[in-house]
Antibody
C-alpha cells in the first residue's frame, strides 16, 4: 500500500518562500494526479494545484497562480510544493494527496514575523 | 469553477442511527466524486472514490451513490468513532473543488 510522507513543520517570515516535500513510499508515481491541498486553522479544504508525475505536467488554482510551483522527481518518488511571497494568511496545514495513495500526514506552515 | 454544495453543514445523531449527507455539484461531474473523512486534529482519509467505490479497509457501514450533479453519502449505523467532518470533492474538472464539509456529532 503506497503511503505519502511529508516533510516537517516550517516557520517562515512574511515575504519568504517555503518548499514542502511529499515522498511516496511502498510504490511508484503513476499517471494519477498528485494534488496539494491546504487547510487554514478551523477552515475547510482548499485545492491549490496538482501534478501528473510521469508527465511532469502541473496545474494550479487561479488563486495561487504565480505564487505556487509544484514539481515532481520520479527518480525519488517525491513531489514538491513551493509557495512564495508568504503572508500571514498562508498559515495552514498543507497536505499532498492522491487517489493512488490517500493523504500525507500534513505539514504545518506558520508565517509570522 | 465547479461549486460543490454540501448539506447539512452539521448534524447530531445517536449511535446506531442512519446518517445521510448530500453533495450537489454546479454542473455534471459524472461519477468523479470522492468522499473524505477528517477526524479532529488528523489528516483527512479517503473513504469513497468514483462516487460509490469503498476504499480498501473502509467499513461497509459507509456508502455513496449518485452521478451527474447529485450525490449521497451514508453511514448506515453511526458509531462513536465516526465523529468527524466529511467532505465531498470533485475531480472531473480543474480546479478540483471541495464541499464546505459536514460535521457529524453524537447526540
Amino acid at each position: 500500500q503506497m503511503q505519502l510522507v511529508q516533510s516537517g513543520a516550517e516557520v517562515k517570515k512574511p515575504g519568504s518562500s517555503v518548499k514542502v516535500s511529499c515522498k511516496a513510499s511502498g510504490g511508484t508515481f503513476s499517471e494519477y494526479t498528485l494534488s496539494w491541498v491546504r487547510q487554514a486553522p478551523g477552515q475547510g479544504l482548499e485545492w491549490m494545484g496538482g501534478i501528473i508525475p510521469i508527465f511532469r505536467r502541473s496545474y494550479y488554482a487561479q488563486k495561487f497562480q504565480g505564487r505556487v510551483t509544484i514539481t515532481a522527481d520520479t527518480s525519488s518518488n517525491t513531489a514538491f510544493m513551493e509557495l512564495s511571497s508568504l503572508r500571514s494568511e498562508d498559515t495552514a496545514v498543507y497536505y499532498c494527496t492522491s487517489l493512488m495513495a490517500g493523504w500525507g500526514q500534513g505539514t504545518l506552515v506558520t508565517v509570522s514575523s | 469553477d465547479i461549486q460543490m454544495t454540501q448539506s447539512p453543514s452539521s448534524l447530531s445523531a445517536s449511535v446506531g442511527d442512519r446518517v445521510t449527507i448530500a453533495c450537489q455539484a454546479s454542473q455534471n461531474i459524472s461519477n468523479h466524486l470522492i468522499w473524505h473523512q477528517q477526524k479532529p486534529g488528523k489528516a483527512p482519509e479517503l473513504l469513497i472514490y468514483d462516487a460509490s467505490n469503498l476504499e480498501t479497509g473502509v467499513p461497509s457501514r459507509f456508502g455513496g451513490r449518485g452521478s451527474g450533479t447529485y450525490f449521497i453519502f451514508t453511514i448506515s449505523s453511526l458509531q462513536p468513532e465516526d465523529i468527524a467532518t466529511y467532505y465531498c470533492q470533485q475531480y472531473d474538472d480543474l480546479p478540483e473543488t471541495f464541499g464546505q464539509g459536514t460535521k457529524v456529532e453524537i447526540k
